[in-house]
């Protein structure tokens, strides 16, 4: 089983010809909802690369909690540990103009409920998955949380650390596997008070040197995410470089989502950091090539 604390959004996409000024008033185009929020991406994605999911997380009592909730009851993820809190259900609303510039609005919301006491009371179960997921869109103190109660062998903890959150160095190192983009690498190695060596301006060079400086820091396993360049990962060795396969890109919304979820999936059964990055850049590739994040994850048999 793979467990995700983390947390659950409804995202809504608005196109028009510019962005408006203060004060202005603008007609738009789009207004759909879709389903979104880290946590519940990569619940999606694991849940359709075949493994059983716990989502871990908080939607507030409106109407728009069914809209944040309906593709992972679609893909069969655990919704039991899911709370109903006062307040909105996480909202992020994204408005792109023409040339795909974009401003974007988030409202933490019921996200911001996703506190120490719920992680607690959802200890039990978490102690009985193969993998916990955690990234940073809920609060600092109960990613910090989780990731000392599940240290150990038991439960594998794969760190998100996106976007970047003041976790403290100590308890990101308690994660078994940190999963970042380059920027994110940047500012992780900086909580954690390391520099990368050697930055040449190649990215998959420099991505070798930013997991081995992970790695190096403390971290016992590391994964940087290199968009078209695929990924690099140390599990304790040297890094290696995992291409991605090559994909007419449309969106790569969420992209890094069903990567992290693909990648959980493979390590709940069992598979090693290599494959799993493997399954993960092919089904995260698969995703840039539609449009959306949840609506766009394929499910195992459809993963080229
Ligand atoms: P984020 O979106 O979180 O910044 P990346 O841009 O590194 O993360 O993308 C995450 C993963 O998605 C990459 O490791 C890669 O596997 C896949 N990916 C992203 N963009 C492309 C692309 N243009 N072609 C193929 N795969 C891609």
Same mark, same amino acid.
């Given at each position: 089983?793979?467990?995700? /604390?983390?947390? /659950?959004?409804? *995202? =809504? ?40 999911? =716990?989502? &871990?997380?908080?939607?507030? %009592? ?15 993820? *655990? @919704? ?7 307040? $909105? ?20 919301? #019921?996200?911001?409920?996703? *506190? ?6 959802? @200890?039990? %179960?978490?102690?009985?998955? *193969?993998?916990?997921?955690?990234? +940073?869109?809920?609060? $600092? ?19 998100? =650390?996106?976007?970047? /959150? ?12 940190? /999963? ?15 520099? $990368?060596? !050697? ?22 396993? #590391?994964?940087?995410?290199? +968009?078209?360049?695929? #990924? &690099? ?20 919304? !969420? ?5 992290? +979820? #693909? ?15 493997? @399954? ?25």
């Amino acid at each position: 089983t793979v467990a995700v /604390i983390g947390s /659950i959004n409804v *995202d =809504l996409h608005l196109l028009v010809d510019r962005l408006p000024g203060p004060g202005e008033t603008l007609l738009g185009a789009g207004g759909t909802l879709s389903p979104g929020g880290k946590g519940a991406n990569q619940a999606v994605a694991a849940a359709r690369q075949g493994a059983a999911v =716990l989502m &871990v997380g908080a939607v507030g %009592r409106d109407a728009n909690a069914a809209a944040a909730t309906e593709l992972l009851r679609q893909s069969g993820v *655990d @919704l039991g540990l899911v709370a109903e809190v006062g307040g $909105p259900t996480g909202l992020a609303v994204v408005t792109v103009d023409r040339k795909g510039e974009n401003s974007i609005v988030v409202v933490p919301g #019921a996200n911001r409920e996703v *506190d120490t006491a719920l992680v607690e009371a959802a @200890l039990p %179960r978490l102690a009985g998955c *193969d993998v916990v997921v955690l990234q +940073g869109e809920v609060p $600092p103190g109960t990613v910090e949380f989780a990731l000392r109660a599940l240290a150990g062998p038991a439960v594998r903890t794969v760190l998100n =650390l996106a976007p970047v /959150i003041p976790v403290a160095a100590e308890a990101m190192l308690a994660a078994d596997v940190l /999963i970042v983009n380059e920027h994110e690498a940047a500012e992780a190695l900086a909580i954690l008070s390391a520099a $990368p060596s !050697g930055l040449t301006g190649d990215p998959v060079a420099d991505g070798g040197a930013l997991v081995a400086a992970l790695v190096a820091a403390g971290l016992g396993a #590391a994964v940087v995410t290199l +968009g078209a360049r695929g #990924a &690099v990962l140390a599990d304790g060795g040297q890094p290696v470089h995992v291409p991605a396969p090559e994909v007419a890109a449309v969106d790569t919304t !969420g992209a890094g989502d069903a990567f992290v +979820g #693909a990648a959980a999936a493979a390590l709940s059964r069992g598979a090693g950091l290599y494959e799993a990055c493997t @399954l993960a850049t092919a089904v995260a590739a698969q995703t840039v090539t539609a449009h959306g994040a949840q609506q766009s994850y394929p499910w195992a048999e459809n993963v080229q």
